[in-house]
């Protein structure tokens, strides 16, 4: 079975700074991973996907996530956040050629400070 | 806007009660998951519908059953509604294997 561990579930930063969203996963079969943005009272929104193809990865708003295989891991980078990036993000994992339903992990609350 | 829309987005109902919430996927989309997002345990898989027929099915309790009608849109039923039933469920609709799915606003579940 498969499952994702999202290591910190709150990350507090200043405006400007660099932040990294840790994701590790664990599955016995290849999978496409995801990061999914959450603001306040809204549905998820993609943010990136790796489904095949380059480890580095880029998305939306400037975030970028590296998709290490040997570490089974998918951390979501960003060099300068600013007040709006405030939101939980989450890291899911699908099985390719299944039902590609997505396991979530439990997430993570960026807070962006002034 | 994702192109997925789910109606209620709010819904207030007693215990005991029963329930329908509807998702329209977007425009040619076959496939349909459904997700409960909840405090205690976070966001889960339900259940999926492709093209009308059910493809997998998650942890989802034998009081809630859905469908997913010959215009693709779905409906998650959810009946004898407990306090714990209360969370926030998500539509998403992807159009094939391989590619991301795109969730809705969410309907917001409150048992009282």
């Known amino acids: 079975a498969q499952s994702v561990t999202q290591l910190d579930s709150q990350v507090p930063v200043f405006e400007e700074a660099p932040v990294e969203l840790r994701c590790n996963y664990s599955s016995s079969v290849s999978v496409y991973l995801f990061w999914y943005v959450q603001y306040p009272n809204q549905g998820l929104q993609l943010l990136l996907k790796?489904?095949?193809?380059?480890?580095l990865v880029k998305g939306i708003n400037g975030f970028e996530a590296e998709f290490n295989k040997s570490q089974t891991s998918f951390h979501l980078r960003k060099p300068s956040v600013h007040i709006s990036d405030t939101a939980e993000y989450f890291c899911a994992v699908s099985e390719p050629g299944g039902s590609e339903k997505l396991v979530f992990g439990k997430g993570t609350k960026l807070t962006v400070n002034p | 806007d994702s192109g997925v829309t789910q109606t209620p987005k709010h819904l207030i109902t007693a215990t005991g009660q029963r329930v329908t919430l509807r998702c329209s996927p977007r425009?040619?989309?076959?496939?349909v998951y459904w997700y409960q997002q909840s405090l205690d345990q976070g966001l889960q898989f339900l259940i999926q519908y492709y093209n009308g027929e059910e493809r997998a099915k998650g942890n989802i309790l034998e009081r809630f059953s859905a469908q997913q009608f010959p215009d693709l849109h779905s409906e998650l039923n959810l009946s004898s509604l407990e306090l714990g039933d209360s969370a926030l469920y998500f539509c998403a609709s992807s159009v094939a294997r391989g590619t991301e799915a795109f969730f809705g606003q969410g309907t917001r579940l409150t048992v009282v």
């Open positions: 790796y489904l095949s193809g380059s480890t």
């Open positions: 425009s040619g989309d076959l496939s």
